[in-house]
C-alpha cells in the first residue's frame, strides 16, 4: 500500500483529534480502526444491550467472539473474562470509541490535579507524580475542545474551576426535577452547585440539532445526534480534507521498526483477517490505556525485545480507572421526571482541600436509571421475585435520587498491564492481562465522599439513605481508565515525553488517556480531548521542520 505521513491506530476520542489535526495540516493519514462505524440504529434501545448494561453483550463492541482478557483478582487467582462482562474494563470498539455511547461528563481537570505530588506528597506505596505540563499549558486546548467538540454548561455558580478566557459555547440544558430538589439543599450545606459540563448540543450548534432529552443517553448512541464525540465532529472533518483514510475493523498487530530503531508503520489484520502492512513516517497510538500499552508490548524486535518503549519496564504501569462512590437516597414523593439525560448538577467543593484526603472528587446526580438499574437499587430484604419485588420496583423506582463521582485514584507501579502467557485471541495475538490492588488512599477518599453524597441526600428530603462505597479490590480500567504510558520528563519513570513522543522512538508518539499520571475527580475525557490537541499541534511543528529524521 501507498506510504502516508502518518497511521493512527484507534478512532476514538483522542485518535479523531489527532487525524483531523494532521489531515488539516496537510499530511496524509491513514487512522485505523478495529471496530465498526456504528449509528444509534445500529444499537437500538435495548435496555439490556448497551455499553452500560452488557447483560447481553456491547452495542457498539467488541463482541464476545474471541475477544477476551485475563484478569487477576486480589488473591492472585486468574480467570478469563468476555467483552460483555464488567471485569473486562470495556470501552467500546467502534469509530469515535466511547464517545459514541458515553454520558458526555466533559470537565476540565483543576490546576491541582496536575500537581498531585506536589500538593499531597505521595503516599506510601503510591507511584503519585506530577504532570510534566500544567494546567496553563492545556487552558487553550480545554478552549479548543470545548468549541470544535461542543460543550453546554455553566461553570458560573463554582469557584472550584481552574482560569478560562471564554464561558462555554451553549448555555445549558433546562433543568429537570432532581436539579430543582438538590440545588437548594446544597446551597444550605454551604456548597456551590452548578450546571454539569456536558459535550452535548443544548441549542442547534455545528450543523446539528439540540438533545431531545429521551432516557436511553448515557451508554446509548444518540439518535438526534446531539451527543458530541469524535464521529460526528472531527473525523468527518478530517475526510474532508481528502487526506485521510479511515479503514474500519482493522486490528493492529505490531508496530514495525527498522534496523536504527525508528517506526516505518504498522502491520493489522484487515476486516478478511488479512495480514497488512501500512508503512508511514509517523505512527500515533491512541488505543485506549489499555489497547495501547498491549500494541506497544507485542511491538517486540531485536532493538526492543521487551516491547516498544519498554526499556525501563513502564509500559503497561500505573493503571488507573475510577472507583465510583456516592450515595443513594430512597424519597417519600417521586423524584424522577424521565426526562434525560438525568445528570444535571454537580459540586467541586470535595476535589480538594480535605485535611488528612489525598485529593477527593466531585459529586453529581446520576444518569437517568433504567429499570434494569433499580434492581441492585431496592430497600435491603426486598424479595427477588414475584408481587413483593413488583410492588418494590412500582414504590421506589421513581422515587430514588443518586448522588456519586469518579474518586480520585492513587495510582500504583503494580497496577498494570501485562501480555498473558498463554491465552491468544481470534487473531492469534497475547491478550491484556490486568493485575494489581488499589491503593488503600483510594478507599479513604471514597469513604468520605460516600458520606458527603449521604448528607447531601438527607438535607434534600431523603427517609432513607444507602451507602455506595464499594472496595473493589483489584485496580479498575473500565470507562476512565487511564496512566498505562504515563508522561513525564524522566525515560526511567515515564513512557512519553510531555508532547506525548515515547521516549525511545521519536516517530511514535501515544496520545489517549494512558498518558495521564494521574485521573482527577472528574470524567477524563475532555482532557483526553485537549492533550490530543496539544500533542498533535507539536507533532505538526516538528513534523514540518525536521519530519523525525536524525
Keep these: 500500500m501507498k506510504r502516508v505521513n502518518a497511521v493512527v491506530v484507534g478512532a476514538g476520542a483522542a485518535g479523531g483529534i489527532v487525524a483531523k489535526e494532521l489531515a488539516t495540516a496537510g499530511l496524509s493519514v491513514v487512522l485505523l480502526e478495529r471496530g465498526k462505524w456504528y449509528t444509534a440504529w445500529d444499537g437500538r434501545k435495548d435496555d439490556l444491550r448497551n455499553q452500560r448494561t452488557t447483560i447481553l453483550g456491547n452495542a457498539f463492541g467488541p463482541e464476545d467472539d474471541g475477544t477476551q482478557r485475563v484478569v487477576v483478582d486480589a488473591a492472585g487467582a486468574t480467570r478469563i473474562v468476555l467483552a460483555s462482562e464488567g471485569a473486562y474494563s470495556n470501552n467500546a470498539a467502534c469509530v469515535g470509541g466511547g464517545t459514541l455511547s458515553y454520558g458526555a461528563q466533559a470537565w476540565r481537570y ?61 448555555p445549558p440544558l433546562p433543568p429537570g426535577h432532581e436539579y430543582g430538589i438538590l440545588e437548594p439543599a446544597a446551597r444550605r450545606l454551604g456548597l456551590h452547585p452548578f450546571h454539569i459540563p456536558m459535550a452535548r448540543n443544548s441549542v442547534p450548534y455545528n450543523g446539528r440539532g439540540p438533545c431531545m432529552r429521551c432516557r436511553w443517553c448515557c451508554g446509548f ?157 431496592l430497600p435491603p430484604g426486598t424479595p427477588r421475585w ?98 498505562t504510558c504515563r508522561m513525564g520528563n524522566e525515560p526511567r519513570a515515564s513512557v512519553v515525553n510531555k508532547f506525548c513522543q515515547i521516549h525511545d522512538v521519536d516517530n511514535v508518539f501515544v496520545i489517549d488517556s494512558s498518558v495521564h499520571v494521574t485521573n482527577g475527580g472528574f470524567n477524563p475525557a475532555l482532557t483526553v480531548m485537549a492533550v490530543a490537541y496539544y500533542a498533535s499541534e507539536a507533532l505538526v511543528r516538528n513534523w514540518k521542520g525536521t519530519r523525525f529524521r536524525s
Design 386 to 483: 414475584g408481587k413483593g419485588h413488583k410492588d418494590a420496583m412500582r414504590a421506589w423506582h421513581k422515587r430514588t435520587i443518586v448522588v456519586m463521582g469518579p474518586t480520585q485514584q492513587i495510582p500504583t507501579a503494580s497496577g498494570r498491564v501485562t501480555l498473558d502467557p498463554v491465552v491468544r485471541d481470534k487473531w492469534g495475538l497475547p491478550v491484556v492481562r490486568l493485575s494489581g490492588n488499589v491503593h488503600p488512599a483510594t478507599f479513604e477518599i471514597g469513604d468520605v465522599q460516600a458520606r458527603r453524597a449521604e448528607a447531601w441526600l438527607k438535607e434534600a428530603g431523603a427517609i432513607h439513605t444507602a451507602l455506595m462505597s464499594g472496595h473493589p479490590q483489584t485496580v479498575s480500567a473500565g470507562q476512565h481508565q487511564a496512566g
Design 221 to 377: 448512541a444518540c439518535e438526534a445526534d446531539a451527543k458530541n464525540g469524535s464521529q460526528n465532529t472531527v473525523i468527518p472533518v478530517a475526510l474532508n480534507t481528502g487526506n485521510c483514510e479511515l479503514r474500519t475493523e482493522c486490528m493492529a498487530k505490531e508496530i514495525l521498526t527498522d534496523g536504527r530503531g525508528h517506526a516505518r508503520g504498522v502491520a493489522y489484520f484487515d476486516a478478511r483477517g488479512h495480514l497488512r502492512e501500512q508503512l508511514a513516517d509517523v505512527v500515533v497510538v491512541s488505543g485506549c490505556a489499555t489497547e495501547s500499552a498491549r500494541l506497544l508490548l507485542n511491538s517486540k524486535s531485536r532493538l526492543f525485545p521487551n516491547g516498544l518503549g519498554n526499556r525501563y519496564d513502564m509500559v503497561g504501569r500505573n493503571l488507573q480507572g475510577h472507583h465510583y462512590t456516592g450515595a443513594l437516597g430512597y424519597f417519600d414523593y417521586d423524584t424522577y421526571d424521565d426526562i434525560g439525560p438525568g445528570a444535571s448538577i454537580a459540586v467541586s467543593d470535595y476535589n480538594h482541600g480535605t485535611p488528612g484526603l489525598c485529593g477527593g472528587g466531585m459529586l453529581a446526580n446520576e444518569f437517568i436509571r433504567l429499570p434494569v438499574h433499580t434492581l441492585d437499587r
Design 110 to 170: 483543576l490546576p491541582q490535579d496536575f500537581r498531585m505530588r506536589s500538593t499531597y506528597g505521595a503516599p506510601p506505596g503510591s507511584s503519585l507524580e506530577d504532570w510534566p505540563i500544567s494546567y496553563d499549558d492545556l487552558e487553550p486546548f480545554y478552549e479548543k475542545a470545548e468549541y470544535e467538540i461542543g460543550v453546554s454548561g455553566d461553570y458560573s455558580g463554582t469557584p472550584f474551576h481552574g482560569p478560562r478566557k471564554r464561558p462555554l459555547p451553549m
